[in-house]
């Protein structure tokens, strides 16, 4: 496969690394919506495979009023959800996900770390407020992170008003080349 140029302005084409992963089969997503009583606690549950493919992560969380939203690395999944089914961005290919989401509400926030816990040893990465004065506004991460490997994670929404909430999750899955060097008797 070549470099190959616009026919109208000889301008080299060229698609950035996800772009690539949407055509390789390898980029999903999710993308939905809750609609929440006040005090509800909706819980993402994501578990990252304990393999050498690595989840690219990109985020985008929407809501209608006051939300507190939480993410948290190494949580302990205590009782898992339900679950959120994972599209290929590719529609042709028919490649699946190696990460599992799942769904979990909670009439507080006590009663979601009885499901997911978020004490020590967990950490959390990201704590911000959305929709708050009744404007919808969003809280996203356009910089992706990579997952840690073989680790549970929970994208969590505290809603301190009744709110509906939509949350998007884009990610690739790629085998880190250099990481996999660095594995004795690896042969790729």
């Given at each position: 496969?070549?470099?190959t140029a616009d026919a109208?302005?000889?301008?080299?084409?060229v698609v950035d690394y996800a772009h690539?992963?949407?055509?390789?089969?390898?980029h999903f997503f999710v993308r939905d919506i809750a609609d929440q009583a006040i005090t509800t606690v909706f819980d993402l549950q994501l578990t990252t495979p304990d393999s050498l493919k690595f989840v690219h992560m990109l985020w985008n969380i929407i809501a209608e009023d006051e939300v507190d939203l939480f993410i948290y690395e190494d949580v302990t999944?205590?009782?898992?959800?339900?679950v959120?089914?994972?599209f290929n961005s590719n529609r042709n290919s028919t490649k699946v996900s190696t990460l599992t989401i799942k769904s979990q509400i909670n009439a507080s926030v006590g009663d979601a770390n009885v499901d997911t816990a978020t004490a020590s040893p967990a950490i959390q990465l990201e704590h911000t407020k959305a929709g708050a004065n009744r404007t919808a506004t969003s809280a996203n991460r356009d910089h992706e992170i990579i997952l840690k490997r073989n680790t549970d994670y929970c994208f969590r929404a505290v809603?301190?008003?009744a709110a509906?909430?939509?949350f998007d999750l884009n990610w690739y899955e790629h085998t880190n080349?250099?990481?996999?060097s660095t594995i004795p008797n690896w042969n790729p």
């Open positions: 496969m070549g470099v109208t302005t000889g301008a080299m084409n690539h992963e949407i055509h390789q089969g390898s999944i205590v009782n898992a959800g339900t959120v089914p994972i809603f301190t008003k509906y909430i939509a080349k250099a990481y996999v």
